[in-house]
């Protein structure tokens, strides 16, 4: 069997670390990865296990980079919930920060950076566009394609239910609730 591809010429490539006990290999592998991609030190961690260096290794070659400035799962934080807040909600964002090994007090700082106010602009933003593309024959279906695509990005159902109750004013639409 044969690798193709991409992909498959970097799996080929990587080796396993000469020493995967070594602290300074470990941190050099780290220096590397965070010059391409800043990342949460859970990622880091596991991704330095992945590539063959032991946890102890690769939780104090973490440790040593934060120490230097180079990790910071704070900063992290606030750039993930900057880059993702656009046309997403702050349900799908936390999951997000988890995914990443961002919990607890950091996420809970970093998404309360979020204004309320600017979560229902930006479900109001998406659900025009929405509307725009495939305007709905009644209120079923602005609630079955509206609705469904802002709950899956991550939107609350009180923005939801408030975003559709105005685009079924603005659009006449009967049945809507109150």
């Known amino acids: 069997m044969t690798l193709s591809g991409t992909a498959g010429a970097r799996r080929a490539r990587r080796t396993a670390p000469a020493d995967p006990d070594s602290v300074d290999a470990a941190y050099a592998a780290a220096v590397r990865r965070l010059a391409a991609q800043p990342q ?10 992945r590539a063959g260096y032991s946890v102890e290794a690769a939780e104090a070659a973490a440790a040593r980079a934060a120490e230097r400035g180079y990790l910071d ?3 992290f934080a ?21 995914a990443r090994g961002i919990e607890g007090g950091l996420a809970q700082a970093a998404l309360g950076e979020l204004d309320a106010g600017d979560e229902l602009e930006r479900a109001r933003a998406l659900a025009h566009g ?21 709950g899956r990005r991550g939107f609350s159902s009180r923005v939801i239910a408030r975003v559709l109750g105005e685009l079924a004013g603005d659009l006449g639409r009967s049945g809507a609730p109150d």
Not at 40 to 49: D, E, G, I
Not at 79 to 98: D, P, T
Not at 134 to 144: F, H, I, S, T, Y
């Open 40 to 49: 949460s030190r859970a990622m880091l961690t596991a991704k330095l296990v």
């Open 73 to 75: 799962d704070e900063e």
């Open 78 to 98: 606030r750039s993930l919930v900057r880059r993702r807040s656009q046309g997403r909600g702050q349900a799908m964002i936390a999951r997000e920060l988890r």
């Open 130 to 150: 929405i509307v725009r593309v495939k305007p709905p024959a009644g209120w079923e279906q602005l609630r079955a394609t509206v609705g469904a695509r802002l």
